[in-house]
Nanobody, 115 residues
Framework: QVQLVESGGGLVQAGGSLRLSCAAS????????MGWYRQAPGKQRELVARSARGANTNYADAVKGRFTMSRDNAKNTVYLQMNSLKAEDTAVYYCNVILNYMNYWGQGTQVTVSS
């Protein structure tokens, strides 16, 4: 079992930046994959960034060049640095980890970008 806790969301003006954190309750060094997803009101959850073990990180076209996913294995934490935020980035952001082929989700953190 892995518990994931996201933090770092909030209200920011368009053009601003936020860094989301996803703290895992145990080591995720050997995770099969990890990533960030988001869900805007009335829309389906969509991929933001995802990295499979041993592979490069894939980003949604809408965030390429603006968002960067990283990890700190010592802290069991995954980050999402979000720059040049736009109103359309407003959503609840979820952390996802696949460990031993089990799928784990955090509770989500709200990001609101005012235009």
């Amino acid at each position: 079992q892995v518990q994931l806790v996201e933090s770092g969301g909030g209200l920011v003006q368009a053009g601003g930046s936020l860094r989301l954190s996803c703290a895992a309750s145990r080591s995720i060094f050997s995770a099969n994959a990890m990533g960030w997803y988001r869900q805007a009101p009335g829309k389906q959850r969509e991929l933001v960034a995802r990295s499979a073990r041993g592979a490069n990180t894939n980003y949604a076209d809408a965030v390429k060049g603006r968002f960067t996913m990283s990890r700190d294995n010592a802290k069991n934490t995954v980050y999402l640095q979000m720059n040049s935020l736009k109103a359309e980035d407003t959503a609840v952001y979820y952390c996802n980890v696949i460990l031993n082929y089990m799928n784990y989700w955090g509770q989500g953190t709200q990001v609101t970008v005012s235009s």
